[in-house]
């Protein structure tokens, strides 16, 4: 796969990544884009200076005036976006990757996201081509500005209470230390919470072992209530219950909505398609209008202001806030959930047992296949699954999610990786075993050849 992805451009700095690709997309981004004032953001990753200087060189030299804000969350280059009314934005970061790669998240006026069916396709034919635009007539300028501490003002209205609750907040070396401790005050014990982009703690992807088995261990060993750790650059969010137990981020989107539901009663909450069914049926019982959509965050910003959603969350860890611009920001759901956590505290709950409800069915979490003719695999197993029962629904907008009274599965290609990608949630431990079998059986004739 190439560097330009479905929600972003990524790929390994120096390899399929360079300078020169930085510099080209500068040139050719205002002919996807049209912008006369640019902000530019970037993590902490030993290449973000020079491929953030590369591409502000080449924005300037089409014509654009470029912002500079340094080191940035991704949910601040959001925020500045759509609060100051800049035309265009880049945060430069590859979010949970290794430290080796790095990449361009774009986003147009309002904080909109650009995707590939929204622009990168088109950009990567331009950089492809190997001809740039002529330059602007008159240079755009190039500037630094400061606006971290306008952020954590805004972001203050919701600073959680979080008297009695014993807290670790795992950083991961990442660009969540710019803002931790502001928003959550000094009483947590904070863990890897300076910036290097050499992730020397641990990987940066909270949602495997490498990335949350440090702090799932330290909350075992320190005794504390909960755990939180945020990815490299801040747009998702992840929590460890008081057991040292990963929670899976798709069951948490219930808590946070029941927050903004009691301002709104009534109001849409999206999930993925990948939500479990769990999650429907407390939104529904705290009277929200559940709706659901594809993955990826491309998709969901535009979801949410179709559907005026007060918010919503996928199974990877984002959560989107129609008070945050219809982004994600995992500082926002950080201070949401830990507040309603801290709360039920409050009234005796622990974190599994306040989360225990949610925890009624048994789910697989997302499995990886790497396949050949993905796409013909998962047609042969929705046609031998729906020829074998008819189901309660089929929902066909990213991949297939086939519902059935006692069980569902999500079967869908990967939009950033090579794999076909299966969330199966079923009754009791005893059918999704089974139902895992079934279909891995099916997929069995598309297996790779060593």
């Not at 702090?215 to 219950?241: N, P, Q, S, W």
């Not at 697989?364 to 008819?390: C, D, F, I, P, W």
């Amino acid at each position: 796969m190439g560097i330009f992805k479905a929600y972003d451009i990524r790929g390994r700095f120096g390899e399929t990544l360079t300078l020169d690709i930085a510099h080209r997309i500068g040139r050719c981004l205002p002919q996807i884009v049209p912008a006369q004032r640019v902000l530019i953001g970037r993590d902490a990753r030993a290449s973000s200076p020079a491929l953030a200087e590369a591409l502000g060189r080449g924005l300037a030299e089409a014509g654009c005036d470029v912002d500079d804000a340094g080191h940035a969350t991704t949910p601040m280059v959001y925020y500045l976006t759509a609060r100051h009314g800049y035309d265009l934005s880049v945060q430069v970061t590859a979010s949970h990757n290794p430290a080796g790669d790095n990449g361009f998240k774009v986003s147009r006026r309002g904080a909109r996201p650009v995707g590939y069916a929204t622009g990168l396709d088109r950009l990567e034919e331009f950089v492809n081509s190997g001809r740039l635009p002529p330059p602007a007539a008159t240079p755009g300028r190039r500037q630094s500005i400061e606006r971290l501490e306008e952020f954590i003002e805004f972001l203050s209205p919701w600073r959680p209470d979080l008297g009695g609750l014993r807290l670790a907040v795992d950083c991961s070396d990442g660009m969540a230390a710019l803002v931790a401790r502001p928003l959550l005050g000094e009483g947590p014990r904070y863990l890897a919470d300076k910036p290097d982009g050499a992730f020397p703690s641990h990987s940066p992807n909270p949602m495997i072992p490498e990335g949350h088995g440090p702090l799932a261990e330290y909350v075992r060993r320190e005794r504390m209530d909960a755990g939180v750790i945020f990815d490299g650059d801040v747009d998702r969010v992840m929590f460890i219950d008081e057991q040292g137990r990963f929670v899976r981020p798709d069951l948490m989107i219930a808590p946070i909505a029941a927050y903004f539901l009691r301002r709104e009663p009534g109001a849409t909450v999206l999930q993925d398609i990948r939500t479990s069914r769990a999650v429907t049926e407390e939104l529904v019982r705290l009277g929200a209008q559940p709706a659901m959509w594809k993955v990826g965050h491309a998709f969901a910003k535009e979801k949410m202001r179709e559907l005026n959603a007060i918010c919503g969350g996928e199974l990877a860890g984002h959560y989107y806030f129609r008070d945050f611009f219809w982004c994600d920001s995992g500082e926002l759901a950080a201070m949401v959930a830990l507040g309603e956590l801290a709360a039920a505290h409050r009234r005796g709950l622990r974190f599994s047992e306040w989360l225990a409800p949610l925890e009624c069915y048994a789910n697989s979490g997302e499995l990886n296949y790497r396949l050949a003719r993905k796409a013909e695999a998962m047609e042969h197993v929705r046609r031998q699954l729906t020829a074998e029962r008819e189901p309660l629904a089929l929902l066909d907008f990213d991949g297939y999610r086939i519902e059935y009274a006692d069980w569902w599965v999500n079967i869908r290609l990967s939009n950033t990786e090579p794999y076909l990608r299966l969330v199966i949630e079923a009754s009791d431990a005893a059918h999704l075993q089974a139902r895992r079998e079934q279909i891995e059986k099916l997929l069995e004739p598309y297996a790779e050849e060593a």
